[in-house]
């Protein structure tokens, strides 16, 4: 009594093509819809705005501008103690999209920050930092 079409409830898998930091590859990988263009993070099967069934993958630059910072004391994982304090923000990728991850202590609201990537209690993580200029 299964139905083959709705059996399956994880959003299409990333390609080898693109690099996202979940899969142990240095990169942030988002989601666009190709009816209405929205951008968003967290992958659906379908667009959060329009309805739409196709939203593709897409390579982030990992470029964008803090939206909050805010600086742990208490970790929430034994994992994560060793390295409180330390700075969860939130990011307004250039391309669109709002993601959480870790960053450099100091980081000020509406400063251009870009993604590299650290490892975090035994996992690969993204963390930002203040853009290099020049
Ligand atoms: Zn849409």
Request: hydrophobic residues 35%; glycine residues 10%.
């Amino acid at each position: 009594m299964r139905c083959e079409t709705m059996s399956s409830q994880n959003p299409e898998a990333i390609s080898d093509a693109l690099a996202d930091w979940s899969l142990d590859r240095p990169g942030i990988v988002f989601q666009e819809c190709g009816s209405c263009r929205q951008r968003w993070y967290f992958q659906r099967r379908f667009c959060p705005h329009c309805g739409d069934g196709n939203p593709s993958l897409r390579q982030a630059r990992g470029i964008g501008v803090v939206y909050s910072a805010t600086e742990v004391h208490r970790a929430p994982t034994e994992a994560l103690r060793a390295y409180a304090p330390y700075t969860i923000l939130l990011i307004d990728a250039e391309e669109g999209f709002r993601m959480m991850a870790h960053g450099a202590a100091g980081l000020v609201i509406g400063e251009r920050v870009q993604a590299g990537y650290r490892t975090v209690a035994g996992k690969l993580l993204p963390f930002y930092e203040s853009e290099q200029h020049g």
